[in-house]
């Protein structure tokens, strides 16, 4: 019967095609979702294999590494991200070598050209970033127990894949077969507790990540089942023996991601006793402090060859290097406190995050040395470091635009002493009782090492570094002699070592282009103030750009500024080091007494005392004073004590140094001691490289080396005596700079300080003659 309404009204009935229609609309979309369900499918199961693949490519790299834990290397798979909740880090790698952050990817198509990785045609650069960004949680973690950031390396490994090795910025890609190779070579930079260290750093700051949440939220479904009857008495917590299965040595079966150990639980004997059963007291191991710990530390750096402990970073300065900037910074502190080896480290930080640097000081020797050195530190790095004397980086800058050939420094020479002829020794400046050659270095230093222009500029001048007074006549003199300099040297067309620095600061700053991302100067004090201009001109005030390291105590040239001369502000960004761990005490405590009348100006136009106080880390040391009435009896001795030191204490000869004034010296000490059989090698052609020998040089080249031991043979005899026809004002600038000079040879040694004491000079014996 029909359907109808309350009223009795008949219902409209849809048609049976009205109803297909529907039905057909109905199928259409279910067939939609379907569709949209399997294409769902097909995603969730294409990344489930990805998934399973990259777990099956972490576990291989893992049975890798863990077959090294004989060699002292600690595998830490499947950790937290320090500052996460949730993300991971595939392993983490600790050992000799060093620490490794290790991202495993499981890529069919990879390849790196361009100087980028690519996942087939898709760029992975935010696949090196997040690894960069997990070693830089790491480093902080690890700071706390004094490992520099340097030595944390990213690695993105290629799961089944060899024979690839690339350095993308701060991250090496390689192979997983290539990956032990890798590793091992960096032998043994890390010392047994530190690496215990790290570990137990690395178990609060990166814990193992928890089982995946799917199975932590699983309902717990307890079990129940009918207990044996006893066999005996009740056998007590303590008499039961856990172990897991199997044993962490089985490369074969090493935990991947998120496993649990499998606990196995066996009853003991039975207790015959009654007794109750006292459980065992574990024995408290007495564990190192920190401070025993880093004096372990400090005595294992110093048994090894002195370029090893020329890189040794103390641990209380292992955030340092990587310390960010927002523009120019400084480091400063007395001899002894570490600042090179921060500086060098400092680079590496940087050229390993991809920074093109610049490493600079004023001693063309020092160059080679820092490189071999930093090739030894970081491999890897090396090439993006640039070590070169200012004088040098200027006259590649010239030479780019063709004006090398004018620098003629001895046409320069030539210049001056005509000009000192016609305006200077008929003057007023001969009766102040200096030299000549005092007013060449005015001129240098502190009138073109500013980059002076008029007389007014000079005549209000502080002359930071200068003792003897000059009054308004005697300033207009110099002046006077400056300008007939300037204009002999203009009509030849030459340019002397100022020039050079003053017109490549202009090439710089009208280039425009961007040379290095940093510049770390290394004895800045030691630089005019035209030199740090231009070194400030590669980077500007960019952050991280300018690093200057120096100690103005130690300053063993001429003249002087402030940084604010130069226009290179740190406030803010200054960093003072007051501790010494470079030297032992009684060699610091003699050095200190050789400066301790002298005030200094620490590039700040402060004037600081000479007996600043200073923390020292290594006690002891031993100081001889040799007296002796004969240079051959000198020599003797000073060849006696070398030999007993090498074969009675075991020392090597390459830690060892003979220190002199001047270039004569060395060449006549480096024939008595050939003469003897020991071997010897100049500072001006060592290089950073482990040959066998003696090193001999003059203070000057000494300057930021180490060394075990030192013998500075005349030390009585320097600063020299007065001489004739100099003022007292003269002598006594000319002698506080000569002790800061000594200052510095006697605080090359580290361990032990031979001093030669020869009967006074005559008058009219040139200490220069030995």
């Not at 409209?12 to 769902?40: W, Y």
């Not at 960069?132 to 490994?157: C, D, F, I, N, S």
């Not at 970073?313 to 310390?323: F, K, N, S």
Request: with cysteine; proline share 7%; aromatic share 6%.
């Amino acid at each position: 019967m029909p359907a109808t309404t309350e009223n009795g009204d008949y219902l409209t009935q849809p048609s049976a095609l009205a109803k297909a229609a529907q039905l057909a609309l109905d199928i259409d979309g279910i067939e939609r979702q379907i569709l949209q369900l399997k294409d769902l499918l097909r995603q969730l199961r294409r990344h489930h294999e990805n998934w399973v693949a990259g777990g099956r490519g972490e576990q291989n790299v893992t049975r890798v590494l863990v077959g090294m834990d004989d060699a002292g290397w600690h595998v830490l798979p499947d950790r937290r991200w320090p500052g996460s909740r949730r993300a991971n880090i595939d392993v983490i790698l600790v050992g000799p070598g060093g620490v490794f952050v290790i991202d495993v990817k499981n890529w069919r198509e990879a390849s790196v050209h361009d100087g980028r990785l690519w996942r087939g045609d898709a760029d992975a650069e935010d696949d090196l970033g997040k690894l960069v960004r997990q070693t830089v949680a790491v480093e902080e973690v690890l700071a706390e127990a004094g490992l520099p950031p340097t030595e944390v390396v990213p690695l993105l490994v290629l799961a089944g894949r060899r024979g690839i090795r690339a350095s993308l910025d701060r991250v090496i890609v390689i192979g997983e077969d290539d990956l032990v190779r890798e590793v091992v070579p960096r032998g043994a930079r890390l010392a047994p507790e530190i690496v215990e260290r790290l570990l137990s750093c690395l178990e609060q700051g990166c814990p193992p990540m928890p089982r995946t949440e799917a199975l932590a939220r699983q309902p717990v479904r307890p079990r129940t089942a009918t207990p044996p009857p006893p066999a005996g008495p009740a056998v007590p917590p303590a008499a039961v023996e856990a172990r897991r299965i199997p044993s962490r040595r089985d490369p074969a079966s090493s935990p991947a991601p998120g496993w649990t150990p499998t606990i196995e639980v066996e009853p003991a004997q039975p207790v015959q006793s009654a007794q109750p059963v006292q459980p065992v007291q574990p024995v408290q191991e007495t564990l190192m402090t920190r401070e025993e710990l880093w004096r372990e530390l400090l005595d294992a750096a110093a048994r090894e060859p002195i370029e090893s402990w020329m890189t040794w970073l103390h641990p209380t300065q292992a955030r340092l290097p990587g310390r960010r900037f927002s523009g120019p910074a400084r480091i400063r502190g007395a001899a002894g406190t570490g600042k090179t080896v921060v500086a060098l480290h400092r680079a590496k930080y940087l050229a390993a995050r991809g920074d093109r640097v610049l490493f600079t000081s004023l001693v063309r020797t020092l160059g080679p040395v820092y490189r071999q050195l930093m090739t030894t530190m970081a491999p890897d790095q090396v090439d993006r470091v640039e070590f070169a004397t200012v004088h040098a980086v200027a006259t590649r800058c010239l030479r780019e635009h063709g004006l090398e050939r004018r620098h003629q420094q001895d046409a320069a020479e030539t210049c001056f002493w005509r000009a000192w002829a016609q305006a200077g020794k008929g003057s007023v400046l001969p009766g102040l009782g200096l030299s000549p050659q005092y007013w060449k270095e005015e001129i240098g230093t502190v009138i073109k090492g500013r980059g002076l222009t008029t007389f007014e500029q000079y005549a209000k001048l502080a002359r930071i570094g200068r003792r003897t007074p000059l009054p308004a006549g005697h300033r207009r003199a110099v002046w006077d002699l400056y300008e007939l300099y300037e204009r002999l040297r203009t009509e030849r067309g030459i340019l002397d070592r100022d020039d050079v620095l003053l017109l490549a600061a202009e090439l710089v700053r009208a280039d425009g282009r961007a040379r290095y991302d940093a510049v770390i100067v290394d004895e800045v004090q030691d630089l005019t103030c035209a030199g740090l201009r231009l070194l400030h001109a590669f980077v500007g005030d960019r952050p991280d750009g300018l690093l200057v390291v120096g100690d103005g105590q130690q300053s063993i040239y001429p003249g002087g500024f402030t940084l604010a001369e130069a226009g290179v502000s740190v406030v803010g960004r200054s960093t003072v080091l007051t501790r010494n761990y470079r030297n032992r005490e009684r060699i610091v405590r003699y050095a200190q007494a050789v400066v301790a009348d002298d005030s200094f100006d620490d590039l700040d136009g402060v004037q600081e005392t000479g007996s600043r106080a200073v923390d020292v880390d290594q006690p002891g040391g031993d100081v001889y004073e040799f007296a002796v009435a004969s240079a051959t009896a000198q020599e003797k001795a000073l060849c006696d004590h070398l030999v007993a030191l090498h074969t009675a204490r075991r020392v090597r000869y390459r830690d060892m140094a003979v220190l002199v004034p001047t270039n004569a010296a060395v060449a006549y000490w480096s024939r008595v001691l050939a003469r003897r059989g020991i071997p010897v090698v100049s500072l001006r052609d060592y290089d950073g490289s482990g040959d066998e020998a003696v090193k001999i040089g003059t203070f000057h080249r000494a300057k930021s080396l180490d060394f075990g031991h030192v013998c500075v043979p005349d030390r009585n005899r320097f600063p020299e005596p007065r001489r004739p026809a100099e003022s007292a004002e003269a002598f006594s600038e000319r002698a506080q700079l000569e002790r800061r000079q000594l200052y510095v040879a006697i605080t090359r040694a580290r361990d032990s300080l031979w001093a030669g004491m020869r009967e006074e000079l005559g008058a009219d014996r040139p200490c220069a003659s030995t």
